[in-house]
């Protein structure tokens, strides 16, 4: 069955960077899309990056320019790049996949939670000031 492992994460100051990995398993990676979405307390699940079958990437405004989304198809995994992180960036951090459909293209990805049908159990980003 398709799995989601992630590592990474934990307490960083503001201005400092963390790695974000997600090792998948139980599927067939280039037909899938992925995603990384975070979830602050009190907050929405929020779509932060998204990276398609041929590595075609999209972000949100917030994070743009500071985190960088890359995926490895060998090892079947994705990795999250966050630098100069700040406060509000503390969230709980999920990877998700989504299973292209036939007409989707290998450049297309999507950032909306809904999309996703596979989740990774999340991990905790804390920035302090």
């Known amino acids: 069955q398709v799995q989601l492992v992630q590592s990474g994460g934990g307490p960083v100051q503001a201005g400092g960077s963390l790695r974000l990995s997600c090792a998948a398993s139980g599927f067939h990676y280039g037909d899938y899309y992925m995603g990384w979405f975070r979830q602050a307390p009190g907050k929405e699940r929020e779509g932060v990056a998204c990276?398609?079958?041929?590595?075609?990437?999209k972000y949100a405004e917030s994070v743009q320019g500071r985190f960088t989304n890359s995926q490895d198809h060998a090892e079947k995994t994705l990795s999250l790049q966050m630098n100069n992180l700040k406060p509000e960036d503390t969230a709980m951090y999920y990877c998700?996949?989504?299973?292209?459909?036939?007409?989707?293209?290998?450049?297309?990805?999507?950032?909306?939670?809904?999309?996703?049908?596979?989740w990774g159990l999340g991990t905790q980003v804390t920035v302090s000031s």
């Open positions: 998700a996949a989504r299973r292209r459909s036939p007409y989707t293209s290998v450049w297309y990805c999507s950032r909306r939670t809904s999309d996703f049908s596979f």
């Open positions: 990276i398609a079958a041929d590595g075609t990437t």
